[in-house]
């Protein structure tokens, strides 16, 4: 069975940071890209951050480019969102998801349209002063 535990949420001063994790266990983490995702109440679920199976190719939402920090570490099973400069705009649930269904044709950019088959339950984060 498949678990995926969301950890480090919580509530942050507007320029501050917070570095979510996700713990795995119940299939072989190393072998399977990640992602983490974001929905804020009343607003749609949005991709946040991706990341492949070797940590070698991370992808980023506009919104958070250059804020956020996607990475991996296989010798524990866990993926990380480092999280900088948070703005209220960054409050949502915040779930990582992983094995995504990559369509033929598909490209890199695609990677916030694609079906994940495992869902953690999601940490809060809020962003207010």
């Known amino acids: 069975q498949v678990q995926m535990v969301e950890s480090g949420g919580g509530l942050v001063q507007p320029g501050g940071s917070l570095t979510l994790s996700c713990t795995v266990s119940?299939?072989?983490?190393?072998?399977?890209?990640m992602g983490w995702f974001r929905q804020a109440p009343g607003k749609e679920r949005e991709g946040v951050s991706y990341?492949?199976?070797?940590?070698?190719?991370?992808l980023y939402a506009e919104s958070v480019k250059d804020r956020f920090t996607i990475s991996r570490d296989n010798a524990e099973d866990t993926l990380f969102l480092q999280m900088n400069s948070l703005k209220p705009e960054d409050t949502a649930m915040y779930y990582c998801?992983?094995?995504?269904?990559?369509?033929?044709?598909?490209?890199?950019?695609?990677?916030?349209?694609?079906?994940?088959?495992?869902w953690g339950q999601g940490t809060p984060v809020t962003v207010s002063s």
């Open positions: 998801a992983a094995d995504p269904v990559v369509g033929a044709g598909d490209s890199w950019s695609d990677w916030p349209r694609w079906k994940y088959n495992y």
């Open positions: 119940g299939l072989t983490f190393d072998r399977y890209p």
């Open positions: 990341i492949n199976w070797r940590g070698t190719v991370p």
